[in-house]
């Protein structure tokens, strides 16, 4: 369980295809050591990944289907460790399970703050609510509107500078991931 604030930006330092998957190897020398240990989560753009192995402050994970599999060496990446019994839950709950990978279809100035909008398969929609929390490459924020396939969100100054988010591009994908409440109340109402 993660939160969606994210703790350090890390770097891609190795990629390897291990037969239609791959393994990477991320500095996350910016987060604390003991928090890295063999079989730890560890929050990537959005994806729970299980620490494989380490050598110093880079970890190893396996990767499947996701944005992970355009990264190449030097690429930069959001980093959460998961959440521990007391730590601040300053987002909200975020399992690292990715629904879809978005389009970003627009960005564009607001005031200081930057409007980001993007495009998901309609079958997702339903669990997009304005005000409602959005996890996009593990950072949790607030939807702004809601149109059709679409949604936007706005990131202010600090959340551009400390993620991944203000290095997006117009047609990019990103990692998305529902609320999760949202999921549960889905199927607690579904008929099946």
Request: hydrophobic share 45%; aromatic share 4%; charged share 20%.
């Amino acid at each position: 369980m993660f939160t969606g604030i994210i703790l350090a930006k890390g770097r891609i330092e190795s990629v390897e295809d291990i037969g239609g998957d791959m393994a990477l190897g991320i500095d996350a020398s910016a987060l604390d050591a003991a928090r890295l240990n063999l079989g730890d989560s560890v929050s990537v753009q959005g994806v729970c990944l299980t620490v494989m192995r380490r050598a110093g402050g880079v970890f190893f994970a396996d990767v499947s289907q996701t944005t992970l599999g355009t990264l190449v060496q030097g690429s930069g990446v959001n980093l959460e460790p998961a959440l521990r019994a007391g730590d601040a839950l300053g987002g909200h709950m975020v399992s690292g399970h990715v629904d879809a990978v978005g389009k970003l279809v627009g960005a564009q100035e607001d005031a200081r703050s930057w409007r980001l909008e993007f495009e998901l398969p309609q079958s997702l929609m339903r669990f997009i609510a304005p005000k409602g929390s959005i996890c996009i490459d593990g950072v949790s924020l607030t939807v702004n509107q809601v149109t059709g396939q679409r949604f936007d969100v706005n990131i202010i100054p600090h959340t551009r500078e400390v993620t991944t988010l203000g290095d997006l591009k117009v047609g990019a994908g990103a990692n998305i991931e529902i609320d999760v409440i949202a999921r549960y109340l889905d199927r607690l109402m579904s008929k099946e």
